[in-house]
């Protein structure tokens, strides 16, 4: 008699009309079997689940012209939508090196592009922060040209399991490389309310960081752990009851999507990287070697900015841009995760 546990398991069907939590949709967890419900999915404006949609890709290429045989790099791989347009640039005899830190998304995009034919001989993936440009630069020599999108991937936003989301139940982690350093749940337990508050508007701007810094250091005192995406912002609703009730709940989700940008940006350093990242940059370049690098976040953009005009100044670089490029309205009503962007470049002496 056959054992009922050695039967097959069927895929459990989706819920309703279309699936509501992730590891149901197993359809846009496979784009190459279900293409046609991923075209409606994006023909809505919406990004796929585990997928994501690259931004500004015209303006990039159309800075870049990448020509076949040239070296450069992805600083931040992802999903390998950006590096898929300079891949076919590249052919025949090009080099891409690209660095990523996210152990669970660079496998699947190295044998994403592999199955596209862009193999070792082409295409050089290092899990590593790109705040190490400089390490690259032993093995690649100098580049003709390096992008960098600073944003978070799709797939690590729609994951619960990331804790990037306040949309859905999730481990409070935040972390890029879930297997290093502290999640931010652990984070909040070293820090002391001033640092906190620094935090939230140093990375964030947030209005209400003297609130809800006190709010999270009081609960921790008492012995309530704040260990799930629901528990941080369920502290933040509560802290903020008090806001008028005309606009209470927009301004309150504002306030929680703002706490989870300021502290995935400490848990991660991506300011003090983002800095190690642009000071390194010029020695990388080749003469001529063109830089585009593509921000979400204020901070982010004034330290891409104030580093070009330095080096502008100094003579290293021979062009900046002279104005942020932004996405095009088109691109935004069809992607809205792309209205934040901000598109800066230089090209090296």
């Given at each position: 008699?056959?054992?009922?546990?050695?039967?097959?398991?069927?895929?459990?069907?989706?819920?309703?009309?279309?699936?509501?939590?992730?590891?149901?949709?197993?359809?846009?967890?496979?784009?190459?079997?279900?293409?046609?419900?991923?075209?409606?999915?994006?023909?809505?404006?919406?990004?796929?689940?585990?997928?994501?949609?690259?931004?500004?890709?015209?303006?990039?290429?159309?800075?870049?012209?990448?020509?076949?045989?040239?070296?450069?790099?992805?600083?931040?791989?992802?999903?390998?939508?950006?590096?898929?347009?300079?891949?076919?640039?590249?052919?025949?005899?090009?080099?891409?090196?690209?660095?990523?830190?996210?152990?669970?998304?660079?496998?699947?995009?190295?044998?994403?592009?592999?199955?596209?034919?862009?193999?070792?001989?082409?295409?050089?993936?290092?899990?590593?922060?790109?705040?190490?440009?400089?390490?690259?630069?032993?093995?690649?020599?100098?580049?003709?040209?390096?992008?960098?999108?600073?944003?978070?991937?799709?797939?690590?936003?729609?994951?619960?399991?990331?804790?990037?989301?306040?949309?859905?139940?999730?481990?409070?982690?935040?972390?890029?490389?879930?297997?290093?350093?502290?999640?931010?749940?652990?984070?909040?337990?070293?820090?002391?309310?001033?640092?906190?508050?620094?935090?939230?508007?140093?990375?964030?701007?947030?209005?209400?960081?003297?609130?809800?810094?006190?709010?999270?250091?009081?609960?921790?005192?008492?012995?309530?752990?704040?260990?799930?995406?629901?528990?941080?912002?369920?502290?933040?609703?509560?802290?903020?009851?008090?806001?008028?009730?005309?606009d209470k709940i927009d301004r309150i989700k504002?306030?929680?999507?703002?706490?989870?940008?300021?502290?995935?940006?400490?848990?991660?350093?991506?300011?003090?990287?983002?800095?190690?990242?642009?000071?390194?940059l010029p020695d990388a370049l080749a003469s001529?070697?063109?830089?585009?690098?593509?921000?979400?976040?204020?901070?982010?953009?004034?330290?891409?900015?104030?580093?070009?005009?330095?080096?502008?100044?100094?003579?290293?670089?021979?062009?900046?841009?002279?104005?942020?490029?932004?996405?095009?309205?088109?691109?935004?009503?069809?992607?809205?995760?792309?209205?934040?962007?901000?598109?800066?470049?230089?090209?090296?002496?």
């Open positions: 008699m056959e054992n009922e546990d050695s039967k097959p398991q069927r895929r459990a069907r989706y819920k309703g009309s279309y699936p509501k939590t992730f590891n149901e949709k197993y359809k846009e967890l496979q784009p190459e079997k279900y293409k046609d419900d991923i075209e409606k999915v994006l023909l809505k404006g919406n990004t796929p689940a585990g997928m994501h949609r690259s931004i500004c890709v015209d303006e990039i290429m159309d800075f870049l012209k990448i020509e076949p045989g040239q070296v450069g790099l992805d600083a931040t791989l992802g999903y390998g939508g950006h590096s898929l347009e300079i891949l076919n640039k590249l052919q025949p005899n090009g080099k891409l090196f690209a660095t990523d830190v996210d152990p669970f998304e660079l496998p699947k995009t190295t044998e994403r592009l592999a199955n596209l034919g862009f193999g070792p001989d082409i295409f050089f993936p290092r899990k590593m922060n790109f705040s190490n440009i400089d390490l690259i630069g032993y093995e690649s020599g100098l580049l003709n040209f390096v992008l960098a999108d600073l944003g978070v991937s799709s797939m690590q936003i729609d994951n619960p399991e990331r804790g990037f989301s306040l949309k859905t139940d999730g481990p409070l982690d935040l972390r890029l490389n879930p297997k290093s350093g502290k999640s931010a749940a652990a984070f909040l337990k070293t820090i002391n309310e001033d640092e906190l508050v620094e935090i939230l508007i140093e990375n964030a701007d947030e209005p209400y960081a003297a609130y809800i810094a006190e709010a999270i250091v009081l609960s921790l005192k008492k012995g309530r752990l704040i260990e799930t995406t629901t528990h941080l912002k369920e502290i933040i609703k509560e802290t903020l009851d008090f806001l008028p009730p005309n504002k306030s929680c999507q703002r706490t989870f940008q300021a502290l995935r940006i400490a848990v991660n350093d991506e300011f003090g990287v983002l800095d190690k990242f642009l000071e390194k001529g070697g063109k830089v585009a690098i593509l921000s979400f976040h204020s901070g982010e953009d004034r330290r891409v900015k104030k580093a070009f005009q330095t080096f502008y100044r100094q003579g290293i670089y021979s062009q900046i841009t002279p104005d942020p490029i932004r996405p095009t309205p088109q691109e935004v009503g069809s992607n809205p995760r792309a209205r934040s962007a901000k598109l800066r470049w230089a090209i090296k002496a």
